[in-house]
């Protein structure tokens, strides 16, 4: 079974500085790999996502991720942090599964806080 | 405007007292699915649709029910409800494709007391 670890429930942040948020998953065949954003008394929007080809992935926002297949991670980045920031942020995985079936896995979450 | 619809967004009930929390696509979308979202706990697969009139369980189904009579709605069910089941539920959708998104609605926070 797909399993999913978030390294830092909570990561605070000054604005502009580096966003850096772990992501590592368990997994034999890389999987298809996630990353969402909840803002508050929302649902999860979709930052970005890894299906195949090109391993670094730009997402929404100004925010990227890379595929690290020997290191079987998947970080998410941003390179200057804004107030709007301030969000809980998913990592999630999908076994490659014929027929549409895949389940989504999802991490515990990290609580990303952006100071002045 | 493409979404899912959840409803109620607030929801406080009693312990045993049967509630239905609706879900609504508008994107044609085959595959359906109810999370639930608790602290430290990420959120978790109650149950998923691949289509109508296929239902399967996720990883915490008990005590609940779904059905797809229509391709368009998923209701979440649960017929007694307990306070362990207070939680912040999310449902949502995406096309046949494994590998594409999912889309979610905004959530339903139910309190069982």
């Known amino acids: 079974a797909q399993s999913v670890t978030q390294l830092g429930s909570h990561v605070s942040v000054s604005e502009g500085a580096l966003v850096l948020l772990r992501c590592n998953y368990s997994s034999s065949v890389p999987p298809y790999l996630f990353w969402y954003v909840q803002y508050p008394n929302q649902g999860l929007q979709l930052l970005l996502k890894?299906?195949?080809?090109?391993?670094l992935v730009k997402g929404i926002n100004g925010f990227e991720a890379e595929f690290k297949k020997s290191e079987t991670s998947f970080h998410l980045t941003k390179p200057s942090a804004h107030m709007s920031d301030a969000a809980e942020y998913f990592c999630a995985v999908s076994d490659r599964v014929a027929g549409g079936g895949n389940k989504l896995t999802f991490g515990t979450g990290t609580q990303l806080k952006v100071e002045l | 405007e493409a979404q899912v619809t959840q409803n109620p967004r607030y929801l406080i009930t009693v312990t045993g007292k049967k509630l239905t929390v609706t879900c609504s696509q508008n994107?044609?979308?085959?595959?359906m699915s109810w999370y639930r979202q608790d602290p430290g706990l990420g959120l978790r697969q109650i149950y998923y649709?691949?289509?109508?009139?296929?239902?399967d369980k996720g990883d915490v189904p008990e005590g609940y029910k779904v059905s797809r009579k229509e391709k368009r709605n998923f209701p979440l069910i649960l017929e007694s409800p307990s306070p362990n089941q207070t939680s912040l539920y999310f449902c949502?959708?995406?096309?046949?494709?494994?590998?594409?998104?999912?889309?979610f609605g905004n959530g339903t926070r139910l309190t069982v007391t």
């Open positions: 949502a959708s995406r096309d046949g494709q494994g590998n594409s998104p999912l889309h």
């Open positions: 890894y299906t195949t080809g090109a391993t």
């Open positions: 649709s691949m289509n109508v009139e296929v239902t």
């Open positions: 994107m044609n979308h085959e595959y």
